[in-house]
């Protein structure tokens, strides 16, 4: 997953609390500050309306209506308890019919169908229900008994999480001794009266010990945890909360998180002794980073990061700022190498596989140093068949060095040591001309003459002499000239020989596995019409 550039969204601003939701309509979004709700066609960063409250009467959350109320496009609540059924014919949301609830809200969430009512004690009411009883005068009926202790405890975000079949509530809470903690129940909307039961709460830590914190309410739903000590906790299980770190991002401040899918979330930061601020995509998956983003500032108030209508939205400095999120089947292929300083001066790549081979064998050719590009080679694991072809295209061509061939033979031993695949190297050896490849079959037929081989080694020379011979099948068989023809001699010679040598030892092995089957008689007569005896004189 990345994030595409980032655009300031013109029209908005401002150091206030800033919350985002979506919209009536595709592509719109709805942002809410201090006494204002902003309706945004979000890909043409445009103002499409707005509603003000009195300085006094702050805004407290806005949903789409999703034609649940007659001529709405948007419900807001605002002065505490106040919800207003807003449209486009005015910008007051005063003038607008209004219900004055009796408990003051936390949230408003939009659900199929009805709005759900999130209050500062924990409970949960059905929009519609709450203002039928504010009409009927059975107000008190709508409302559940309070979850929290509103002097005690501080209601500090809400989600609606979905877990199979079953929807739950989450909330997050602060204690009056400063104990972060979570809330979790069951919540049932299948009747008019939204019912929370089951609720358990588990104590998370201190809340001086947290950064930012977020869930993931779709399937599966999830919860993240980012600690002052930089580690990003995971967990699915709400109940037993059994965390484990999915990325560490430390020396931070002024940071958010945010979930994104089941497999990214989004974090906001700067970091002490840096100027500005980061906004990275990470991989809950792969735990790494998926794409970076530089950012000037991440200076917020309330939440920093909002991810709507498949964009992301970033709070910092008085500003909002989005950009489109891409890329969400990313696999690990796509990871490798990411993150990595590519550059030669990096002592970080010196030994890092191919990638630093393919940096550094270029200038060593350049130079000529061919004990350095050797031991280059030799030194790495896992060395590309090409680039070992390249050696020995260089070494074996005599118009291009002016090696001896003792020197051929010393770099061609270094090169069997390598471990290397023959079906990729039966592709690549089709690179080397008749005449190199002679010169390289008399070079191994001259060390198969050496005194002593390690096995492997006598191995890989013979499996190297099959694939020459077997790339320039046809020119040999058609060369009439004497140097091909002798070399040939040589290499056939030598493989007989060896396969006599084998046969005499399987031979020999026979033989020593045969002698214990073997029956000697022993001679028991000792009546013998001699005897010998040895006498010191």
Known sequence: MSVGPLTILQGVGGRDETKVVEGDEDGHILITQQNKVLVMKISESA?????YSSPNQPVIAAAKNQDNFENCSCVVVYDERTVARVNNLGSKLAAFEKTRLNRNVFDLLAVKGDHLVIFLDGTVGSLKGLIKGHEEGTSEDWYNPPVLNTNTDTLLSAHLVEQGHVT???MVVKSADQQLKICHGRLSLGEE?????GVETKVLGSADDFLS????????????????????????????LQMRTVFT????YDSEICALSRDYCAIACSKHGEDGGSLKILSLQFQLVSSEAPLKTTIHKGRGLFYVSDYLLIVGGG???????????KQLDQYIGLG???????PEVTNFGALSLYQSLPGLYKSGDMNKVLDTLTSHHDVPEDLVIDFLDFITDEAKNSLTNADRKDYLKKIMELELSHRVLAGEMTRLNMQQGLLLVELMCSILEDAVLQPSIENRLLSWLDLILSSNYVHTVLAKDDRTEAVLDTAYEKVLKLEEQLESASNLVCVLEALPALNFTQDNEKNLPYSIQIKQL
């Open 193 to 197: 009266k939204p019912v929370l039961s």
């Open 319 to 329: 500003r909002v700022a989005f950009g489109s999120i891409s890329e969400l089947d």
């Open 47 to 51: 103002i499409m309306h707005s509603w």
């Open 168 to 170: 739950s509530l989450v």
């Open 213 to 240: 914190w977020d869930v993931y309410t779709k399937k599966p739903g999830y919860l993240l945890l980012w600690k002052k000590s930089g580690e990003i906790l995971y967990t699915e299980d709400f109940m037993s």
């Open 340 to 346: 990595l300083n590519s550059s030669t001066n990096n």
């Open 249 to 252: 991002e430390a020396n931070s």
